[in-house]
């Protein structure tokens, strides 16, 4: 890494935050001629994306839409996103030889481990002039004549451009602060009350106990409410419920809020279960169940008295059926909460918008000042999505 002198205390952008998007913004500016300096108070840069996609980063998806952003202006995040597509980070992958894989629902990864992802996002700052500085803490921002002066444990340093990109509050074990909203506020923007997002469900009494019993199981399901709908795996936990589909109706759940979930993920289960009656009639439901769901959930199903005691399906009327098949396609829970910012992938809610320019991601109360990344309120979907709005806003504030 470059030496940096201690002397070098003005520059054309000073990015706070050392992230997917501080570092994306450092390059990209530095194309664009400016002078720029990065730097973040934890020692390594880029955890967020070294931890990523169980180590290999799931850095875009090909789906990309903004429909996959949740944002009170469901507009807002419309014009970064068309500037700069998943496809534009492939390009920049192939410059550095960086090979990729498709997984399921357009997730793309690294082929070896996230690191490299990393090291391509230095690798570009550094060619461009940018620099960093690590383990530094700032201690005071405010405006002047021609830009902002921001005290940090390393000195005073001088900026025309401030760019805000230290992220949310999700992870505090990785060094998560709300440093970014307090510096949108101090500036006078709105902040959007920040949630937790693409985080587990716990559950109490009962249920939790009843799940914790079947711990580790999976299956597929369709986590739904009144605002979206979601057809992935649901993992039982200790706690309560998690995988894929559980996190991604996560952003879309308030407090006290039931989730109804498809246990037969769009089978035809009355139909099966009918065929299943015409060739094993002295077979129980049990049995036929089996055949649609994982054994250790029927048992536990048919404890809880969600499935009715029938030693035979001879015995099993075609209303009951449907009736069964209803009851298993509309499973209704109400999670306690969730497991909160200790696991959660994201923040929902963030820096309002309206105070924003989508072009430029500028302030448009005070020139100058940027915000960009998980600090706003855009929140992606679950695989890939959140590192393409990093890189998008990025690019859109660089190219202002």
């Not at 470059?2 to 570092?23: C, M, R, Y």
């Not at 700069?84 to 992958?93: A, E, I, N, S, V």
Request: proline share 4%.
């Amino acid at each position: 890494m470059p030496q940096i002198a201690k002397s070098e205390t003005q520059f054309d952008a000073l990015v706070i935050g050392a992230g997917a998007a501080g570092l994306f913004y450092g390059a990209r500016a530095g194309e664009a001629g400016l002078r720029v300096l990065v730097i973040d108070h934890a020692a390594k840069p880029a955890e967020k994306v070294r931890i990523s996609g169980g180590g290999r980063c799931n850095f875009t998806n090909v789906h990309t839409a903004p429909e996959n952003f949740i944002c009170a202006n469901p507009h807002f995040p419309k014009s970064a996103l068309a500037r700069f597509g998943p496809q534009d980070f492939l390009d920049r992958l192939a410059r550095h030889n960086i090979s990729w894989h498709e997984k399921t629902l357009g997730q793309l990864f690294c082929d070896g481990r996230s690191g490299v992802i990393i090291d391509m996002l230095l690798s570009e700052l550094y060619e461009t002039g940018g620099e960093l500085r690590l383990a530094t803490l700032v201690h005071g921002v405010e405006r002047t004549g021609t830009g902002f002066r921001v005290g940090t444990s390393g000195g005073t340093i001088e900026a025309a451009r401030l760019v805000i990109a230290s992220g949310g509050l999700s992870i505090p074990k990785m060094g998560a602060t709300g440093f970014a909203y307090d510096i949108a506020r101090q500036f006078g923007h709105a902040v959007i009350e920040p949630r937790p997002a693409l985080v587990p469900f716990v559950l109490e009494g009962r249920e939790k106990e009843d799940f914790a019993s079947i711990s580790g199981l999976a299956c597929p399901v369709r986590a739904s409410n009144d605002r979206a709908a979601f057809t992935e795996a649901m993992l039982f936990t200790h706690r309560g419920l998690s995988g894929p589909a559980v996190l991604q109706i996560s952003s879309y759940w308030a407090a006290g809020e039931a989730v109804t979930f498809d246990l037969l993920a769009g089978l035809d289960a009355a139909a099966a279960l009918t065929a299943f009656k015409a060739e094993h009639p002295r077979k129980s439901l049990l049995t036929a169940l089996e055949t649609l769901l994982p054994n250790r959930l029927v048992a536990l199903l048919s404890a809880r008295g969600e499935i009715p005691a029938v030693a035979r399906m001879a015995d099993m009327p075609h209303t009951a059926i449907e009736a069964l098949v209803e009851g298993l396609s509309r499973w209704t829970i109400t999670p306690a909460g969730t497991e909160g910012w200790r696991t959660a992938e994201v923040t929902a809610g963030g820096i309002d918008t309206d105070g924003l320019s989508s072009k430029t991601m500028e302030s448009r109360i005070v020139p100058g000042l940027y915000f960009i990344g998980e600090c706003v309120d855009v929140t992606g979907w679950l695989g890939g999505y959140n590192f393409q709005w990093a890189w998008a806003s990025a690019h859109a504030a660089a190219r202002a």
